[in-house]
């Protein structure tokens, strides 16, 4: 998870996005950004400091403007300067607003940078907010290879060798699409799972006997896509006859990632076994349960109605001595 992100970072970022104009002559800041909240600060302007959340990113919209221009020279004077008396890492003007005249010789003063954008302040707001804390949203690595089969994302994992980008390629092959390969990033952001290769390994690929390929060069850029949320976690062992392999699929397995519970096959691997179909059925199937269809749930329940039915019959031919 980042916990620094530097003004300068956010600026080249996002500029574009926001239509960002920077005001002051300088991008330095004392401090970076560190949460991925934003703070307007009318009560700070207005004296009431107990609030004061200045870690954040200050936004001085319409509402601040209005305050600002109602007192004389000196109560705007003061009430700026109340903004400077903690460190801040930047201050962003919204709806293209004329700013007081002394903000940006206090912001220089104290080193810090005024932006302006042109975007309504509440909708600025929601979308800075998203892209923040897509920034701080937890995130993890792991060894392996996501798919998007059928619109479902397998995350197939396993050691060293034992197969994982070969099947990758396989459904690639067939149709499906490849999203990262040997380094997996993944992020919790909204509430799911999502996974991402590398920047620099993104859609490369390595075959033991080949070396390195280019996805999408070989199969054009259909075969893959930048990123995909993690639905299934597909582990790869080798097939051991004394294990006791699930034959029934009846008990559900969850493996836990950055806090979500990611539905958990193990799936044995031999010389021969066809784990290409296999996965394709795994996402297929998946889709079904989200559906509220479970293959193995609905054989057992009719296995249980006709045991039941049987000892009903059963019972009734005992009776019938006629």
């Not at 600060?41 to 919209?61: C, D, H, K, V």
């Not at 033991?208 to 995909?228: E, S, Y």
Request: with cysteine.
């Amino acid at each position: 998870m980042s916990t620094e992100y530097s003004v300068e970072d956010f600026y080249r970022n996002v500029v574009e996005e926001f239509s960002l104009t920077l005001l002051t002559s300088s991008l330095g800041s004392p401090i970076p950004i560190t949460v991925p909240d934003v703070h307007r600060p009318a009560f700070a302007l207005t004296g009431f400091m107990e609030n004061y959340l200045s870690e954040r990113i200050q936004i001085i919209g319409e509402t601040e403007i209005l305050f600002i221009r109602s007192l004389d020279q000196a109560q705007q004077k003061e009430a700026l300067r109340r903004l400077f008396t903690k460190p801040l890492c930047c201050i962003i003007v919204t709806k293209g607003l004329d700013l007081p005249g002394n903000l940006i010789p206090f912001a220089g003063e104290h080193g810090i940078p005024v932006f302006r954008t042109p975007l309504s302040t509440t909708p600025f707001i929601h979308s800075l907010t998203t892209h923040l804390e897509s920034i701080f949203a937890p995130r993890t690595t792991m060894h392996g290879s996501l798919v998007d089969v059928y619109g479902v994302g397998l995350l197939l994992t396993g050691r060293s060798g034992i197969g994982k980008s070969e099947i990758a390629l396989d459904l690639v092959e067939r149709g499906h699409r490849l999203v990262a390969d040997d380094v997996v990033e993944m992020t919790y952001h909204g509430g799911i799972l999502i996974g991402r290769g590398s920047t620099h390994l993104r859609h490369f690929m390595e075959i033991r006997g080949i070396g390195i390929i280019n996805v999408m060069d070989l199969f054009g850029i259909r075969a893959v896509r930048v990123q995909k949320r993690i639905e299934v976690a597909v582990v790869l062992e080798e097939w051991d006859p004394k294990k006791n392999w699930d034959r029934l699929g009846l008990q559900e397995n969850f493996t836990d990632i950055l806090g979500v519970k990611v539905r958990q096959i193990v799936i044995p691997v031999y010389p021969g076994k066809n784990v290409t179909v296999i996965s394709e059925t795994i996402a297929l199937n998946h889709m079904l349960k989200v559906y509220g269809i479970d293959a193995a749930k609905r054989l057992d329940e009719r296995l249980v109605d006709m045991m039941e039915s049987d000892r009903k019959t059963r019972k009734y031919l005992e009776l019938d001595t006629e």
